[in-house]
C-alpha cells in the first residue's frame, strides 16, 4: 500500500538513504592520489675514526761506562782502555850499518793493542819466523847468534814491553819493537817468498825458553800472526843442501890440482882426498839419507873429472867459493896441507904455494898456520869431552838425544854468517867437534 508523503518528508527520507548508501559505499570508491613524495633517504651511521695505537717506545741501549762516565764528567777528557786487539805487522825497509853506513834490505817489526793481565807484570814479546811459500810451515833459521833459538837454531827475536800493571797495555797505537836484515835470516829457498810472522807475549820469566817449550804456549798472555810477501837475496837451507853436494867435489878438484901445481902430480892427492871423502861422509851420518847419496855421487863423479881434467888452481878457488858454503873452503886448505906435508914437514916451497891458496880462498894466514901445525882435522878439539863441552852435551846421553842434539846444534852454526876470522874459526870449531862426536859415538 502506497503512503502519500509530504515534500520535506521526502526529502528528509532521501538524505538518510543517501548518507546509509555512502557509508557502505565508501571502500569501494577509487582513492584520490595523494602527492608522489621521494623516498626518505636512510641514514647512514656515523662511523667512528680508528684511532691509531701511539708508537712501542724504541728500547734504549745500555749505555757503556765511557758514556756513563762522559754524562757525569763532561768536562773530562777520556778515551776507552782496550780500543783495538792485540797485533803485529811486518813492513819492508831499507837498514843502514852504523859501521859501515852501508843500506841493505830488511824489514821492521811492529805490535800494538792490548796485554790484559790480573797483576803487575813485566812482559817480554817472543818473535818467530817460518816460510809458508811452498803449501807448508817451514821453520826459518837465524845466521846471527843473538837471534838464533837456543836449541833449535830458528830465528827469534825476543823485546819486552815492560812493566804492565793491570787492567793491562793501554798503548794501543803501533810500536817498533825490532829490525831484521834479510841477510841475518835464512829461510829455505831465497826469492820471493811468503814468511809468517808470529808474536806471542809472555811473562819476563818464560820469554828465555826455548820456542818449542811447552811453557811458552801454556803462559801466553796474548798472541798475533801476519803474513807478508819479501825477497830474500840469501840462499836459503835446501838451495844450500845442493851448494854442499857440489862444494864438498870441488874439494876433491882442489886437491887434484894444488897437487899438480906443487908437487907436478897428482898421485898423492887420489889417496888423501879419498880419505878425506870418507872422513866427510862420515860427519854426514844422521842427515838425510837422500842428501847423503846425492853428496857420495857428486864427489865420485869429481874423482873422474879431476882425473881426466887438469883444472886451473885459481878457477877451482874461485868456483868453490861461489857455493858460500861455510867451512869448505877451511877443509879444502887442510887437504892441500896435508898433500904438501912431507914426513910431517912442510917443505918451503910448498909453504909458498899454501899461502898463495890462502889469498885465492879469501883465508887468512893464521888458518894456514892452524892447519899447518896440526896432526890432524879434529885439532880443535884435543878430546872427545872437550868436544862435548865446546857443543853443550853429555856424553852419556842415548844415541837418540845425542842424534837430535848433534842435528840441532849443525843447523844452528851451520846457519851462522861469521863477520870476520875470529868467528869463522869458532864456527868451523863447533862444526868440527859435532863431526867427531858423530862419528865416534853414531
Known amino acids: ?52 695505537p701511539p708508537p712501542a717506545p724504541k728500547p734504549t741501549p745500555q749505555k757503556s761506562a765511557e758514556q756513563i762516565f762522559r754524562e757525569a764528567f763532561p768536562d773530562m777528557q777520556v778515551k776507552p782502555v782496550f780500543g783495538h786487539p792485540f797485533g803485529v805487522r ?25 796485554v790484559e793481565l790480573g797483576q803487575e807484570t813485566i812482559v817480554d ?5 817460518e816460510d809458508l811459500s811452498d803449501g807448508s810451515s817451514q821453520p826459518v833459521y837465524a845466521t846471527q847468534e843473538r837471534y838464533q833459538d837456543v836449541q833449535t837454531g830458528q830465528f827469534v827475536l825476543r823485546s819486552t814491553i815492560g812493566k804492565v800493571t793491570p787492567p793491562g797495555r793501554p798503548d794501543a797505537g803501533w810500536t817498533s819493537v825490532g829490525v831484521v836484515p ?10 820471493a817468498r811468503t814468511l809468517r810472522l808470529s808474536c806471542v807475549a809472555v811473562p819476563t820469566a818464560l820469554a828465555g825458553f826455548t820456542v818449542i817449550d811447552s811453557r811458552i804456549r801454556a803462559g801466553m798472555l796474548a798472541a798475533a800472526a801476519f803474513n807478508f ?38 898421485g898423492r892427492a887420489e889417496t888423501l882426498a879419498k880419505a878425506w871423502r870418507d872422513r ?37 878457488c874461485r868456483e868453490l867459493l861461489a857455493y858460500e858454503v861455510d867451512g869448505m873452503a877451511q877443509q879444502g886448505l887442510a887437504l892441500c896441507v ?25 883465508l887468512g894466514l893464521e888458518e894456514l898456520h892452524r892447519f ?15 868436544c862435548a863441552k865446546l857443543i853443550g852435551l853429555d856424553l852419556n846421553w842415548d844415541s837418540r838425544r845425542l842424534r837430535r842434539h848433534l842435528l840441532d846444534q849443525f843447523m844452528k852454526w851451520n846457519a851462522r854468517h861469521p863477520r870476520d876470522a875470529a868467528e869463522r874459526e869458532a864456527i868451523n870449531r863447533r862444526l868440527e867437534a859435532i863431526a867427531r862426536i858423530r862419528q865416534r859415538y853414531l
Open 90 to 114: 811486518a813492513e819492508a825497509c831499507m837498514l843502514r850499518d852504523k859501521t859501515t853506513r852501508e843500506e841493505q834490505p830488511g824489514f821492521r817489526i811492529d805490535v800494538r793493542g792490548d
Open 338 to 362: 896435508e898433500i904438501g906435508r912431507r914426513d910431517g914437514v912442510l917443505p918451503a916451497e910448498v909453504m909458498v904455494d899454501l899461502k898463495a891458496l890462502c889469498r885465492e880462498l879469501g
Open 280 to 316: 866427510y861422509l862420515a860427519r854426514m851420518k844422521g842427515e838425510d839419507d837422500i842428501l847423503v847419496a846425492q853428496t857420495r855421487i857428486s864427489v865420485d863423479a869429481a874423482f873422474v873429472i879431476a882425473r881426466e881434467n887438469k883444472s886451473d888452481l885459481k878457477v877451482v
Open 125 to 129: 814479546l817472543v818473535i818467530t819466523l
Open 229 to 266: 810477501e819479501v825477497s830474500l837475496v840469501r840462499k836459503g837451507y835446501v838451495e844450500q843442501r845442493f851448494a854442499r853436494q857440489n862444494a864438498a867435489g870441488l874439494v876433491v878438484c882442489l886437491a887434484f890440482a894444488f897437487a899438480r901445481h906443487a908437487l907436478g902430480e897428482a
Open 1 to 52: 500500500m502506497l503512503v502519500a508523503m509530504s515534500g520535506p518528508d521526502l526529502i528528509f527520507y532521501g538524505a538518510i538513504a543517501v548518507a546509509i548508501i555512502g557509508l557502505f559505499a565508501f571502500p569501494f570508491l577509487p582513492q584520490r592520489k595523494k602527492r608522489a613524495e621521494p623516498p626518505p633517504v636512510p641514514v647512514q651511521p656515523k662511523v667512528r675514526q680508528q684511532v691509531p
Open 372 to 386: 899447518a901445525s896440526s896432526a890432524g882435522e879434529t885439532s880443535g878439539a884435543d878430546d872427545d869431552q872437550e
Open 182 to 191: 834479510f841477510s841475518n835470516i835464512r829461510a829455505p829457498k831465497s826469492g
